[in-house]
């Protein structure tokens, strides 16, 4: 059975470009979770979605960041204009309907530079 | 708002049982998870308790959860050098989907 699917696994790319970067959950999984991985912050939620739908972007830093979910296979986290500070290693997570006994399942991530 | 706090390192011999422990702030934490995290890798699923258990057993993992003093562990039995990783506590409260991790504990196995 497949996991999580993230692409590209690394990108390296000069700021004030845009970045996408792409998910592709667990079939079947209702639940679509972005996270941002830095050593001076740890683990951040950025964003979530139910169904397609965004539930919680609390954590999304800032307008130069956006997620969408135009159905239940793939999903996108875009930077646009990216900037150094973006550096980080962004995961993609999904989980099935259900309390916490349906955990989540995270991709590879993707580790992005900007220059 | 939600806090889960973990010691940053541990290094034990090949062999030897490994302890890592974690603490948290809400007290209406339903589940409590622990994640891997190899080098170069995403966070794996170990294992997970809800917050009514005090132990949960899977092969050579035990997890331990005291809830009055909100801690939670997980033991390694026989740790083995691929063991060797960054090791995540998570809590889920009530009413909430998104997880809170703490910071990483990261093992070091020496042989």
């Known amino acids: 059975d497949a996991g999580v699917i993230q692409s590209p696994r690394h990108e390296v790319t000069e700021m004030g470009q845009e970045v996408t970067l792409r998910c592709k959950p667990i079939?079947?999984?209702?639940?679509l979770f972005w996270y941002r991985q830095t050593m001076m912050r740890g683990l951040e939620l950025l964003i979530y979605?139910?169904?397609?739908?965004?539930?919680?972007d609390s954590g999304m830093p800032e307008d130069r960041f956006s997620a969408k979910m135009p159905n239940a296979s793939f999903s996108t986290l875009k930077i646009q204009p990216s900037e150094p500070r973006d550096s980080a290693v962004y995961f993609c997570?999904?989980?099935?309907?259900?309390?916490?006994?349906?955990?989540?399942?995270f991709g590879d991530g993707t580790r992005l530079s900007i220059l | 708002g939600e806090d889960v706090e973990q010691s940053l390192f541990l290094s034990v011999r090949e062999g030897d049982s490994s302890v890592i422990n974690c603490t948290y702030t809400?007290?209406?934490?339903?589940?409590l998870y622990w994640y891997k995290q190899e080098p170069g890798a995403g966070l794996q699923l170990l294992t997970y308790?809800?917050?009514?258990?005090d132990m949960k057993q899977d092969q050579r993992l035990t997890v331990l959860l005291n809830k009055k003093d909100k801690h939670l562990s997980l033991r390694i039995a026989d740790t083995q050098t691929g063991d060797s990783a960054i090791y995540f506590c998570?809590?889920?409260?009530?009413?909430?989907?998104?997880?809170?991790f703490g910071s990483g504990t990261r093992l070091q196995v020496q042989p």
């Open positions: 997570a999904s989980s099935a309907r259900g309390g916490g006994n349906q955990p989540q399942h």
């Open positions: 079939s079947g999984h209702d639940y």
């Open positions: 979605f139910n169904n397609n739908v965004p539930i919680d």
């Open positions: 809400d007290s209406s934490s339903t589940y």
């Open positions: 308790i809800f917050s009514n258990m």
């Open positions: 998570a809590e889920k409260s009530a009413g909430r989907r998104a997880l809170t």
